[in-house]
């Protein structure tokens, strides 16, 4: 009898399901504004500077961002050079369109399973698709060859060729950190088979300690085939701006701008000087955010093991992934329960993954305010206890 295909799970539907005291789906920092932050905006509106912008951005932030590249990334992108090497975006999302648009249209590129939704769906926009390279065991260890083997065959292709790998690292759904060593035989592959690279570093300030995030592009051999996408929607808790940035050298990034223009016109022209205003200005902030969700991590992680999850250890803080309690099988049905007996719910892994041998594991975000994650723990424990 033939397997019935698993639908995924839709995170935005749970998310409508539960109240704002028991969402651990939506992977948002619903952390406060930072008050620098909010001052320089009101600043910025009452100083008019209200109208469209260029596509790539103000130049400000532009600048501004340039050199929170060389001093965090260690890569060097110049914010005046024509073709663009640097373009501020709509959120991370209006990076990847234009990238899938203008450079994957009718093929594919491989994604780490348990792979971000968004991946797939952003390249299915333009009629490719992703091939999964699965993660394996409770390391979720990565199989250089097997990805060698995916990469040889989707290259052979006629009908959606293999043109790019995405790494993402930190990840989303797992908080999965690419070592060194992952990233360099990922760059060889990329270079074996002549694949660009597209490396979303959204989650790059949550690492437990700022070594553990390597970029891709500062590794020998990438930076001329890899477009590096990110966000402060994260880091900076302010998802609702739809601040992103896209890096890389300027023969990939500048064609980005011609259908940019026409799908988002400008990023908001406000927002950008605000953030330009103190994205550099305050020593500390990182470390600051790094101790913050180590906290937050303890707050979840210590409820959910005491109610019997095993926790993935990432080296990595914004979300938690966990094997349900070994009394259930299913985690579709057991965020039910979740949502019925405790006001509560994360993400099954299934919504992660293509089609799961067993749909055991889920991804819960702890980037909430200490005293909702305390409630929501505190509940988790009442109903499975």
């Known amino acids: 009898m033939q397997k019935t295909k698993r639908v995924q799970p839709d995170i935005r539907a749970i998310a409508r399901m539960i109240p704002p005291s028991g969402n651990l789906v939506q992977g948002q920092n619903e952390s406060a504004i930072h008050p620098d932050l909010a001052r320089a905006l009101n600043e910025v509106v009452a100083s008019g500077l209200n109208s469209y912008s260029f596509f790539e951005g103000v130049d400000e932030?532009?600048?501004?961002?340039?050199?929170?590249?060389?001093?965090?990334?260690?890569?060097?992108?110049?914010?005046?050079?024509?073709?663009?090497?640097?373009?501020?975006?709509?959120?991370?999302?209006?990076?990847?369109?234009?990238?899938?648009?203008?450079?994957?249209?009718?093929?594919?590129?491989?994604?780490?399973e348990p792979y971000y939704p968004y991946h797939k769906r952003t390249l299915e926009t333009c009629g490719g698709r992703v091939d999964v390279v699965k993660l394996h065991g409770e390391d979720l260890a990565l199989d250089i060859e097997e990805l060698r083997k995916s990469c040889r065959e989707g290259k052979a292709r006629s009908e959606q060729p293999l043109k790019a790998i995405i790494v993402s690292s930190p990840a989303n759904p797992t908080g999965r950190v690419f070592t060194r060593e992952e990233l360099e035989a990922i760059i060889a592959c990329a270079e074996e088979f002549d694949l660009m690279l597209i490396s979303d570093e959204v989650y790059e300030h949550f690492t437990v300690e700022q070594a553990d995030h390597?970029?891709?592009?500062?590794?020998?051999?990438?930076?001329?085939?890899?477009?590096?996408?990110?966000?402060?929607?994260?880091?900076?808790?302010?998802?609702?701006?739809?601040?992103?940035?896209?890096?890389?050298?300027?023969?990939?990034?500048?064609?980005?701008?011609v259908l940019g223009n026409i799908y988002y016109v400008c990023t908001p022209t406000p927002l950008q000087h605000a953030l330009a205003r103190v994205l550099l200005a305050g020593p500390g902030y990182y470390e600051a955010i790094r101790a913050h969700f180590a906290r937050k991590r303890e707050i979840l992680g210590r409820a959910l093991e005491r109610a019997g999850f095993d926790i993935y250890k990432s080296r990595s803080n914004f979300y938690i992934w966990a094997r349900i309690p070994e009394q259930f099988e299913d985690a579709i049905e057991f965020n039910n329960l979740l949502i019925e007996k405790a006001g509560v719910a994360g993400v099954p892994g299934s919504a992660f993954m293509d089609d799961p041998e067993e749909d055991v594991y889920m991804r819960l975000c702890f980037a909430r305010e200490d005293s909702m994650l305390e409630a929501a723990a505190g509940r988790i424990i009442e109903a499975l206890g």
């Open 214 to 257: 390597i970029s891709t592009a500062s590794l020998p051999g990438a930076f001329e085939r890899t477009i590096t996408v990110n966000s402060f929607s994260k880091s900076w808790a302010i998802s609702g701006w739809r601040l992103g940035y896209v890096y890389g050298p300027g023969h990939l990034i500048g064609k980005l701008a």
């Open 61 to 112: 932030l532009r600048k501004t961002v340039a050199e929170k590249i060389r001093r965090y990334n260690d890569v060097t992108v110049d914010p005046d050079s024509r073709p663009l090497e640097l373009i501020i975006t709509p959120g991370a999302t209006g990076g990847l369109i234009p990238i899938a648009h203008t450079y994957l249209r009718e093929s594919s590129a491989v994604v780490f």
